[in-house]
């Protein structure tokens, strides 16, 4: 159920039994979202409650990447669905002392709660959420529920340090922010008495490795989802970025690289399905449908996981995203790095490709020419 306007999340606590409070602004966090979800449902052995609060993506501030058709969970979970408005403004100082007192009440409270009440799950991306401090500031909510933190995989951004989070981010209290809840997390840790659990997908390590149980949470739940594709053909995924919208690189440039990879496939009988980043606009890729008669786009939906399994082509094409690295560990499935063909100078672009290369050497192949790409698709078709 979608609700608009800005929820009372106090009032709903106080006056409900709600199982859980999950933040979300990605796909690849609803996918983290309905893999808890449903393991809590099949431990609790019963139809679960709770509020799911979006965000708008960072890139557009006026947009949502996912909506409550993206979420799984809504199979086994009865959820109310919130979709946050992203406001620039900045609080005045009495504003600001309230919030912060209220926050930190809230943080003593979580600390030293006693509560013999039913766990409220908080689920966010790789941090506790500053904001999920400020319920238990109230006595009613503090003694009617335990908190316990659930950290969902935020992709190769879990992998990051602090300092690597905030490159590129001019917001002083954007990062002053992120400090609290770093810390606030490192706090959590420490403490026994302290429900935090840590549902990454791969281990802190490089080359990366799959966190198997966790990855079995993920799986288990792609059972709910529509299978795209019942026939036996052949099938390449083309996974393409934001790159143009970042001013990477140029439309035509992108559109150039694209019908590059295409072109070296079409007469070989195989499909090719394009799914575009979810923040790339719906018409960016219409001329290639209009050029080739091989190739779907599949436009917002399920993120790129969820319908590899379904798809399950015979390799995978993208630049930097995680679902390469997804389609490799998690299903093994090829996959192949077009990174090393585009040409930038963007800072952050080449900081977070670097990083990438470093993290996926073991599980990408990585092409430098055109030409590559013909040679391998030649190899695979065979």
């Known amino acids: 159920m979608q609700q608009n306007e800005e929820p009372d999340i106090n009032e709903i606590l106080k006056n409900k039994k709600i199982d859980f409070i999950a933040t979300v602004i990605s796909p690849w966090h609803v996918f983290g979202v309905d893999a808890f979800l449903y393991k809590l449902y099949c431990k609790l052995n019963r139809r679960i409650n709770g509020l799911i609060l979006i965000y708008p993506h960072s890139v557009d501030k006026n947009s949502y990447t996912v909506d409550e058709n993206t979420f799984y969970c809504r199979n086994f979970a009865d959820v109310n669905f919130y979709f946050k408005k992203y406001e620039e403004k900045t609080l005045g100082f009495i504003d600001s002392l309230s919030s912060a007192t209220e926050t930190l009440h809230g943080l003593f409270n979580i600390i030293l709660n006693k509560s013999e009440g039913d766990f409220l799950y908080l689920i966010s991306p790789l941090f506790v959420k500053l904001s999920s401090f400020k319920y238990f500031a109230h006595k009613e909510i503090d003694n009617k529920y335990k908190p316990a933190f659930i950290l969902i995989d935020e992709g190769l951004g879990t992998c990051l340090s602090k300092r690597e989070w905030k490159l590129g981010r001019n917001k002083k209290l954007m990062n002053r922010l992120m400090d609290i809840e770093v810390e606030s997390t490192s706090l959590f840790k420490s403490l026994n008495r302290v429900s935090l659990s840590e549902r990454f997908l791969y281990q802190k390590k490089i080359p990366l490795e799959l966190n198997s149980d966790i990855s079995k949470d993920y799986n288990s739940v792609l059972k709910f989802g529509n299978k795209l594709s019942s026939s036996n053909e052949k099938i390449v995924l083309i996974l393409t970025e934001d790159y143009s919208e970042e001013n990477i690189l140029t439309s035509k440039e992108e559109l150039d690289i694209i019908k590059s990879l295409i072109k070296i496939i079409n007469g070989l009988n195989i499909r090719v399905i394009i799914k575009p980043h979810p923040v790339e606009k719906e018409d960016k890729y219409k001329n290639i449908l209009e050029e080739f008669d091989n190739v779907k786009i599949i436009n917002n939906g399920p993120i790129a996981e969820k319908i ?72 695979k078709n065979l």
């Open 308 to 379: 590899i399994p379904y798809l399950n082509p015979i390799c995978v094409f993208g630049y930097s995203s995680t679902a390469l690295i997804n389609a490799s560990l998690l299903y093994n499935i090829t996959s192949v790095s077009l990174i090393n063909i585009i040409i930038s100078d963007n800072e952050k672009f080449l900081f977070y490709t670097n990083k990438f290369k470093k993290f996926s050497k073991n599980c990408i192949e990585f092409v430098n020419s055109i030409d590559e790409i013909k040679k391998f698709i030649l190899i």
